[in-house]
């Protein structure tokens, strides 16, 4: 949700990509009277989107955010990768010392380490 708002804000200036694993956008528009389909259409950067089991549905894959997106000059740029066999919040609080999801995991950060690479540049081969 904070990279979304930031996105909109300061856009490429300050900020070249994006990624949300197991957004929460939409439930905290709603807390604000918002709607996130208006907030995904002010993003000025790629985002990297990895929705999940539980995720609100404006979120999933096919939902009204990624039709938002798809519309959009960013849209041929943004990425969705869906975990729907993982619980909300398995990226930030998953229990990585079960396999199966350690392994979606490291999945996930393999995926934003390619869309950064991609957007970023000089993010190629960080870490090795």
């Known amino acids: 949700w904070v990279v979304f708002h ?6 490429k200036k300050r900020l070249a990509a994006g990624a949300s694993f197991h957004p929460s956008g939409a439930k905290l528009e709603q807390l604000f009277e918002r709607k996130i389909e208006d907030l995904t259409a002010k993003l000025k950067c790629p985002m990297l989107m990895g929705p999940c089991k539980g995720d609100h549905e ?10 938002v997106l798809q519309k959009m000059d960013i849209g041929k740029t943004c990425e ?13 609080q998953g229990d990585v010392s079960k396999k199966e999801i350690a392994d979606s995991y490291e999945s996930a950060l393999e995926k934003t380490e390619k869309f950064f690479a991609k957007n970023f540049g000089w993010m190629s081969g960080l870490g090795k």
């Not at 930031?6 to 856009?11: D, F, H, I, L, W």
């Open 6 to 11: 930031e996105s909109a804000r300061v856009g």
């Open 58 to 67: 404006t979120c999933l894959v096919g939902g009204s955010v990624q039709q």
């Open 80 to 92: 969705y990768h869906a975990f729907m066999d993982r619980a909300h919040g398995f990226v930030t």
